[in-house]
């Protein structure tokens, strides 16, 4: 479930409004929960921010999946949102302060992105260290590096819930 984000034009990080609501909806069905935060940051100071917002919001839960930063373009209309200009070599290194400082506190983390995202916007060698989930809606995933998830579809059914939902798979 998404935590929270950084707005793509005021730079504010907030809470997602449906976090505590579905938060507590896992924890009442016993369903196992992670979290994934989705990062704006233009320097190493708001990098810094939003590592310590995730893990000051995550302090006292059960996760039983790693935390995600979910890397891709903020702003899908105009691709003017703050980040989304950041070159490679930017963006890798503030996504490596946040997932650093996250594992330092002892908590497993990665990055979620599309393959096309992972090939071409990332460094992927200089994140090598951390959980990769890859989204990539078709029958098989095609990212040629190491990753440990993979997001097939937007189109799932899942008994309780109305609607589509995204589902993955554990590598």
């Given at each position: 479930?998404?935590?929270?984000?950084?707005?793509?034009?005021?730079?504010?990080?907030?809470?997602?409004?449906?976090?505590?609501?579905?938060?507590?909806?896992?924890?009442?069905?016993n369903i196992p929960y992670g979290?994934?935060?989705?990062?704006?940051?233009?320097?190493?100071?708001?990098?810094?921010?939003?590592?310590?917002?995730?893990?000051?919001?995550?302090?006292?839960?059960?996760?039983?999946?790693?935390?995600?930063?979910?890397?891709?373009?903020?702003?899908?209309?105009?691709?003017?949102?703050?980040?989304?200009?950041?070159?490679?070599?930017?963006?890798?290194?503030?996504?490596?302060?946040?997932?650093?400082?996250?594992?330092?506190?002892?908590?497993?983390c990665g990055v979620y992105a599309?393959?096309?995202?992972?090939?071409?916007?990332?460094?992927?060698?200089?994140?090598?260290?951390?959980?990769?989930?890859?989204?990539?809606?078709?029958?098989?995933?095609?990212?040629?590096?190491?990753?440990?998830?993979?997001?097939?579809?937007?189109?799932?059914?899942?008994?309780?819930?109305?609607?589509?939902?995204?589902?993955?798979?554990?590598?």
């Open positions: 479930m998404r935590l929270g984000y950084r707005s793509y034009g005021s730079g504010q990080i907030m809470t997602d409004k449906k976090f505590k609501e579905f938060l507590n909806q896992a924890k009442s069905h979290i994934y935060f989705f990062p704006t940051s233009v320097t190493d100071k708001e990098a810094e921010e939003e590592a310590e917002f995730i893990i000051k919001s995550v302090q006292g839960l059960n996760l039983s999946y790693p935390i995600y930063l979910d890397s891709e373009i903020a702003d899908v209309k105009t691709k003017n949102g703050r980040s989304d200009k950041l070159d490679k070599a930017t963006r890798t290194k503030l996504l490596k302060i946040i997932l650093d400082k996250l594992k330092a506190r002892g908590y497993d599309s393959t096309s995202w992972l090939n071409n916007r990332l460094i992927m060698s200089q994140l090598s260290n951390y959980k990769v989930w890859v989204a990539q809606y078709n029958t098989s995933c095609t990212y040629g590096g190491k990753y440990d998830m993979w997001q097939y579809s937007s189109r799932g059914q899942i008994d309780g819930v109305s609607g589509n939902c995204d589902v993955s798979k554990l590598k």
